[in-house]
């Protein structure tokens, strides 16, 4: 009785988990229905084998039978709607259900059984040879029918749809066999018949592996509460077992089978636990970086709408100058300069970006005397700032290892900043000096300087001072950046001093020359260094 009660208890409760802890669906109610039946089957089969009249017993054997058709007639319709096959068949099933009723209605008449014969085992007296020829047909035939759509389904089937039909098939195959060993092998070939009762037991691995393939992949941890009701239920027919009235050998039998069910519960329940873990963990990280992306996702697209809105401006200012139709004096032509400089700088920057962006760029270093190749620049750094002095000052020889167009690239941009930022005709300082066994390049200015709230923002993509907007329409942002990554791919850093309105000194430390004359590294490697 303890495995019959039980069975049913488990049956019902992942067929409720099913349900009604998830989104409603056809399927999932044929399958609650399903768990229903073989709940109702597993109880009638118990009483036919427990009752002491023939009279309660044939009873009890034409509610099996019926549980029987009833129990095939929902699993085929289950088996068409899990596989969306049953719009298909839908002008058929009026017939198939009459069929059903036919054939249901034939197990309570004499038609299929007209007696029993108790003795150690229950023997059924067969009244017609039609009666179970129709009853084997439909059940079997339903049976089959369910199971090839679902094999077909499959070999079609990839992904999630193709994992759950697998699951479903694996619990149904599991079920058949141990039913079949269990209460046919052994007691027709062995006379052990001490399991016999335990059949609705032998249900559970199709109830499942139905269960779990139904709603697994519905972000519903169905596996670990399957797993556990299955456990709680064996650990209570084990221990009804042990205290039970049966013979000895009997009992020791059972309780071996038992135990051994228990054990595969209890392994499965710690190895799903891991696996859970394990799942949860991956989809922290994953959602991690989803979060990110979307972050970048949406700065990139903030970026992409800004960057038009700011080159628009620039052109905008020059057509109308252009278009006023005033003389074309110097104060004009250089707005248009200031203009077509702060635009040229924006899109050399936007392109570098997007380079690194896309792992694109390589530097390529090489041994270089640092205060020769910034002597050799000074001309071209006296073009970007004409109305400012430039100063560069130099010690001694000083090899570096470096690429040279990358560097420049930089000192470019904070030149490119220190003329926007400070007064015309104001110096500004290019120093090449060492400390610390480090090359070090500093930019320096007499300008408005930088406030310190901004100090640790403005590396940063995009980041502008307030005000700065305004001033210099055309302007990214991301110069700071850019000379940034460059000093760091040089295994080198960045540093900043600044106070408001008395000027800014970047600082560019890098490696001195390596025995090495050429390297090569890609952005990936400088993540991973760094």
């Not at 039913?179 to 691995?205: A, C, D, K």
């Not at 470019?412 to 500004?428: Q, T």
């Amino acid at each position: 009785m303890a495995a019959t009660l039980l069975s049913v208890i488990a049956n019902l409760l992942i067929g409720l988990v099913v349900l009604f802890k998830t989104k409603p669906r056809s399927d999932k109610v044929l399958f609650f229905l399903l768990t229903l039946s073989i709940s109702a089957w597993s109880i009638a089969n118990y009483l036919s084998l427990t009752s002491g009249s023939a009279e309660h017993t044939l009873l009890w054997m034409r509610v099996v039978m019926l549980m029987a058709v009833l129990q095939v007639t929902i699993f085929l319709l289950f088996a068409l709607s899990y596989t969306g096959k049953i719009s298909r068949v839908k002008k058929y099933l009026p017939l198939y259900i009459i069929g059903a009723l036919i054939v249901g209605m034939i197990t309570q008449t004499p038609i299929l059984f007209s007696g029993v014969v108790l003795d150690n085992t229950v023997h059924p007296t067969i009244a017609s040879p039609l009666g179970i020829a129709a009853f084997a047909i439909f059940t079997l035939g339903s049976f089959l029918i369910g199971i090839i759509t679902m094999l077909q389904t499959l070999t079609r089937a990839k992904g999630i749809t193709r994992k759950s039909l697998t699951l479903m098939l694996g619990g149904l195959f599991s079920m058949f066999i141990l039913l079949i060993v269990f209460n046919f092998v052994l007691p027709s070939l062995l006379h052990i018949y001490q399991f016999i009762n335990l059949g609705p037991l032998f249900t559970l691995p199709f109830v499942y592996f139905t269960a779990v393939a139904i709603i697994e992949f519905e972000l519903f941890d169905i596996k670990i509460i399957t797993t556990r009701i299955l456990l709680y239920v064996v650990s209570a027919i084990l221990l009804v077992e042990l205290f039970s009235d049966t013979g000895a050998s009997e009992q020791i039998q059972r309780s071996i089978f038992i135990t051994t069910l228990g054990l595969i519960c209890f392994y499965l329940v710690k190895k799903i636990e891991s696996e859970r873990f394990l799942k949860s963990k991956q989809f922290y990280e994953l959602s991690q970086k989803h979060r990110h992306l979307r972050k970048d996702h949406q700065a990139n697209m903030l970026f992409i709408s800004d960057i038009a809105h700011r080159l628009k401006t620039p052109l905008a200012i020059i057509q109308f100058k252009t278009d006023a139709g005033q003389p074309v004096n110097t104060t004009v032509q250089n707005e248009i300069n200031e203009v077509a400089k702060t635009t040229v700088a924006t899109l050399r920057n936007i392109v570098q970006t997007g380079k690194i962006d896309a792992e694109l760029v390589q530097l390529d270093r090489k041994n270089i005397d640092l205060s020769d190749w910034l002597k050799q620049q000074e001309p071209e750094f006296a073009a970007l700032a004409p109305q400012h002095k430039i100063m560069v000052e130099t010690d001694q020889p000083l090899t570096t290892f470096i690429d040279p167009l990358f560097l420049r690239e930089a000192l470019y941009n904070l030149v490119d900043n220190a003329r926007k930022f400070s007064p015309a005709g104001s110096p500004i300082r290019i120093k090449a000096t060492t400390h610390l066994q480090q090359a070090v390049l500093t930019v320096s200015d007499t300008g408005s300087g930088i406030a310190k709230k901004d100090l640790a923002h403005i590396f940063e993509r995009h980041f502008q001072a307030q005000g700065t907007r305004q001033q210099f329409a055309g302007s990214a942002g991301l110069g700071l950046s850019l000379v940034k990554w460059v000093a760091e791919a040089h295994d080198g850093h960045i540093e900043v001093t600044s106070s408001p309105k008395q000027g800014t000194t970047f600082s560019i430390f890098l490696p001195l020359a390596k025995t090495t004359t050429t390297s090569h590294k890609t952005i990936k490697q400088i993540a991973t260094e760094s």
